[in-house]
């Protein structure tokens, strides 16, 4: 599903919006990963999300992760072959995007990133490249049941990566969805 800026108001590039574990309901219209959307459209972006193998209407099933990377990998080469691409992802997705990162680097310029309630130590969450640690925005809930902060904290840490951690607010950014799109907004604005 494309997402595209008011006339005029767009051409800062592609973003890639990955959903949630494609096992416990997550698609495409899944209500963070839509907030992410809207936010990177009212800052210039085109935005895509799209349906991991075996959700929806796509083909294929569940892969732990490698076949979602490579679904990943190859909307960007049909939707955004060349300029600038931003990735964003919602928990699972958060480690599939994290993982498309680390396999661009050096090939693809990735203007930056989003990760919203990382899936850290539920998967093997990659390092991000060091030219897009500064550029990257890591948002999770304090009171997260489904991902402790403990472990997004742990993940993030050797990276010198800084977590925005927003209190009293779970998993799902029940009640606070407005408060995370400002954040990502705010995040995209400063990284013109």
Known sequence: MCDSPAA??????IAIIAHPHPLFGGNMDN?????????????GWT??????????????????GRGELEDL?????QCAPAGPIA???????????????????G???IETAVLVGTAAKRFDVGLLPAH???RTLVIHGESDDTVPLVDVLDW????????????????????QLPLLRRLVVRHLNASR
Do not use: M
């Open 8 to 13: 005029g108001a767009g051409g800062r590039g």
């Open 107 to 109: 090939d693809r310029p």
């Open 132 to 134: 897009l640690l500064e």
């Open 47 to 64: 935005a895509w999300r799209f349906n991991f193998r075996g959700v929806g209407r796509s083909a294929g099933t569940y892969d732990e």
């Open 156 to 175: 993030a840490r050797p990276q010198n990566l800084p977590v925005t951690v927003v209190p009293g607010c779970g998993h799902f950014f029940h009640g």
């Open 73 to 77: 990998l190859a909307l960007i080469a």
């Open 31 to 43: 209500k963070v990963v839509q907030t992410l959307a809207r936010a990177f459209v009212q800052c």
């Open 87 to 105: 990735l964003a992802g919602f928990s699972f997705g958060s480690f599939v995007a994290s993982r498309a990162a680390a396999a661009l680097a």
